[in-house]
């Protein structure tokens, strides 16, 4: 490849990434001719770091759970959006908070310790990290774009986390869901 083909790339892969927390898709890598063999040498030398399958995270951006929100989305591919108690927390909902553990305790820098990211998809998607519900099709009207980060719409997460709050036999965090609303 020409040296000016590579510098092109490189600078297109440092625009893409911007836009997208530090983030990068196996496929948009390869989209701009990134061999396999590179990705792995630049995970290797810590350039790249895997956060979801088939995303990585440039290794000069700092992690963040909102990155890591987006990383998920990104995994899931086209249609993949952040649902239940992430879309909550997206949207500032009471009882919703990033990084929180299920039974409300605050989340560590300690990956084992904090909340799985909560999407809805149409894919088979596998990590300790991700909470998927699967769908056959997510309605246009239910997905919105909270700090350019895929969604579902307020209404649809106060729904989801109505069915969520039951389950868990959290009406009182429901309650006090609802009456910030």
Same mark, same amino acid.
């Given at each position: 490849m020409p040296v000016h083909a590579s510098f092109t790339s490189n =600078? #297109? +892969?440092a625009e893409l990434a911007r836009t997208q927390r530090g983030l990068l898709t196996r496929a948009e890598l390869a989209d701009e001719g990134i061999s396999d063999s590179t990705i792995v040498r630049w995970v290797a030398s810590e350039v790249l770091v895997p956060v979801f399958p #088939? =995303?990585?995270r440039h290794a000069a951006v700092p992690e963040t759970w909102e990155q890591r929100v987006l990383a998920a989305c990104l995994s899931g591919g086209e249609g993949t959006v952040a649902s239940h108690r992430? %879309?909550? %927390? +997206?949207w500032g909902l009471d009882n919703c908070r990033p990084g929180v553990l299920p039974n409300g305790t605050s989340g560590s820098v300690d990956k084992a310790e904090v909340s799985p @990211?909560? @999407?809805l998809t149409t894919r088979r998607l596998r990590s300790p990290m991700l909470m998927c519900t699967r769908t056959q099709q997510i309605p246009p009207l239910d997905v919105k774009h909270v700090r350019g980060i895929p969604a579902t719409s307020v209404e649809r997460t106060l729904i989801d986390l109505a069915e969520v709050f039951h389950k868990d036999h959290q009406r009182s965090r429901w309650t006090r869901l609802c009456a910030v609303i």
């Open positions: =600078v #297109r +892969l #088939r =995303v990585f992430s %879309a909550g %927390a +997206l @990211i909560e @999407i």
